[in-house]
């Protein structure tokens, strides 16, 4: 069964850091194409937050995240990571990975439509 597989949330303080895992299992592997990161707030949409263009590396980054955030892919060519730093309130939501089975991160918000489960992410004092 093909799928993907969110782990690594959980609740932290404003200025702590969490890294989000995304595996993928099934026939393929994740480097072979382009893997997103979003998430929802409460009471809010789900935005785009991240892309790796798996095959070649090439990241992208939302304003809001720049400088905070990392996307990668781990040594096992299976696993999408978001490092997260520097943390906010207003990163709370739940985290998603998501892929179109493409190469590109085009316009990645609005055509990845293969979704993991999601994990928790709460940023409170």
């Known amino acids: 069964q093909v799928q993907l597989v969110e782990s690594g949330g959980g609740l932290v303080q404003p200025g702590e850091s969490l890294r989000l895992s995304c595996a993928g299992s099934g026939f393929f592997t994740l480097d072979d194409y382009a893997v997103g990161w979003f998430r929802q707030a409460p009471g809010k949409g789900r935005e785009g937050v991240s892309c790796i263009e798996g095959d070649i590396g090439t990241t992208f980054y939302e304003d809001s995240v720049k400088g905070r955030f990392t996307i990668s892919i781990g040594n096992d060519k299976n696993t999408v990571f978001l490092q997260m730093n520097s943390l906010k309130p207003e990163d709370t939501g739940v985290y998603y990975c998501?892929?179109?089975?493409?190469?590109?991160?085009?316009?990645?918000?609005?055509?990845?439509?293969?979704w993991g489960q999601g994990t928790q992410v709460t940023v409170s004092s």
């Open positions: 998501a892929t179109d089975f493409g190469r590109s991160c085009n316009n990645y918000s609005e055509e990845f439509d293969f």
